[in-house]
């Protein structure tokens, strides 16, 4: 394959999401990491190829692609295996369907949760991140419930809505496992505990191939 550029923020979900891909369909890439505390997603060189400062940015032998999504539609187009986004008319749809309802249900709630808690602010926002949880735990009973009847989320193979829902769970993961969380009783942490099937599943996704060198690298 042709040169390969990744723009991306360091535990980013959306991007996180991207370099899961990336190695599962096994592109090589260079990864251009940018500088969230710098803005430098809003430089003017970046603004260049991605005028609304945004990661990730996937530029392929001079093809950009912005937007998570889109990315991996594009991932799907020029390497077709393994399928991301189903084989059957049915599946396609249950890989949508379930990214979907991520995109509509779950992510900006469990950001409700975790982002006082990344920064450092879970005492003052102690009743939003009550409420947030309230609202993530129905859609992680609903995940729970899903992963009864197949190993990924979408049946008996890996696809995409795996790999968008996943950063998100351990977004909420790596927030709800921070001390001053403890004293809230999330219910998320061990997810052994409290939500085995999705603990099982998140072991799944660690076993993948190349799984180390999409980990965000300042969480290693």
């Known amino acids: ?33 940018l500088d969230n505390a710098k803005r430098e997603q809003k430089a003017p060189e970046f603004l260049k190829i991605n005028p609304r400062g945004q990661v990730p940015v996937l530029v392929h032998d001079g093809t950009t692609v912005c937007e998570t999504l889109a990315i991996l539609a594009y991932l799907d187009a020029i390497v ?31 950001s409700d949760v975790s982002r006082p808690l990344f920064r450092g602010k879970g005492e003052e926002f102690a009743d939003r991140i009550s409420a947030g949880m309230a609202r993530v735990r129905d859609e992680l009973a609903l995940l729970e419930t899903r992963l009864e009847s197949g190993p990924w989320l979408a049946g008996d193979t890996l696809s995409a809505a795996d790999l968008v829902v996943f950063p998100v769970v351990m977004q909420l993961c790596r927030a709800a496992a921070r001390p001053e969380a403890e004293p809230m009783k999330l219910g998320v942490v061990p997810l052994s505990r409290h939500w085995p099937n999705l603990d099982a599943w998140r072991k799944r996704v660690e ?14």
Not at 10 to 20: D, F, K, R
Not at 84 to 108: K, M, N
């Open 1 to 33: 394959m042709t040169q390969c550029d990744l723009y991306f923020i360091s535990g980013s979900p959306p991007c996180w999401t991207v370099m899961l891909a990336l190695e599962v369909k096994g592109v090589n890439y260079t990864p251009r990491r």
């Open 80 to 110: 077709p295996e393994p399928p991301l986004f189903g084989v059957s008319p049915a599946a396609t749809a249950l890989v949508w369907q379930i990214i979907s309802e991520c995109e509509g249900s779950l992510r900006e709630r469990v």
């Open 207 to 220: 076993a993948l191939d190349g799984y180390d060198k999409a980990y965000p690298p300042h969480w290693k």
